[in-house]
Each structure stands twice: as C-alpha cells, then as structure tokens.
Nanobody, 122 residues
C-alpha cells in the first residue's frame, strides 16, 4: 500500500520558491522522524533535511541550510519542505522518507515516497 505521497514539485526560475508536501500513513509517521532526500540525474540520492516527531531536532545538508526549512504537521500526518532562493543545482527528484526511529542522525530511512520532480531554470 502507498504510505508516503509527495506533492508540490514543478518548474521554477532561479531565485524562486517551492513548498513540497508529503502525506504519510499514520503507522509510519506517528512518533517517528521524517526527512527529505533528493536525486539529481546521474548522481546518487542525497540527504536534504530531517526532523524528529516533536520538531525539536532538525538536521540539514550544507546545501540546504539557510534556504530550505523542514516542518511537519502531526495532526495531518504531513511533512513539508519549504525551499527558497532556489538554484539550478537544486534540480532533482525529491523524495520523502520515514525513519524507523525518532532520530535524525546516523539512521537510514525505512520507507520512501515515489518522488516529485523539482526543476529550477536559470
């Protein structure tokens, strides 16, 4: 069954903003950390951001710091990624991920969404 569904991707000009959303089933969302990863053409999937269930602990890749903000609405089982000041190098498929524990460091996600394409034109 589908457990993570991303939305909000699209085409945007450099300097623009997008907000990604990921709706999750309660069984893999409640009490667990959530995160975002991305994969550009010809590159490996890389970590973007993650946060614990309470939102008290966050982790960002250096490339996302100061431009991206991860957040979650636990009442809606949804995690968001607000992306500002987008650059062409941010072009990638963005994946939502659910972690097996309420931790954001040193843990591999256990579930992945199908991905949403983000394209930033120069």
């Amino acid at each position: 069954q589908v457990q993570l569904v991303e939305s909000g991707g699209g085409l945007v000009q450099a300097g623009g903003s997008l907000r990604l959303s990921c709706a999750a089933s309660g069984s893999i969302f409640s009490g667990y950390a959530m995160g975002w990863f991305r994969q550009a053409p010809g590159k490996e999937r890389e970590f973007v951001a993650a946060l614990t269930y309470s939102g008290s602990r966050l982790s960002y890749a250096d490339s996302a710091k100061d431009r991206f903000t991860i957040s979650r609405d636990n009442a809606k089982n949804t995690v968001y990624l607000q992306m500002n000041s987008l650059k062409p190098e941010d072009t990638a498929v963005y994946y939502c991920a659910a972690y097996p524990f309420d931790m954001v460091v040193g843990i591999t996600p256990r579930s992945w969404g199908q991905g949403t394409q983000v394209t930033v034109s120069s």
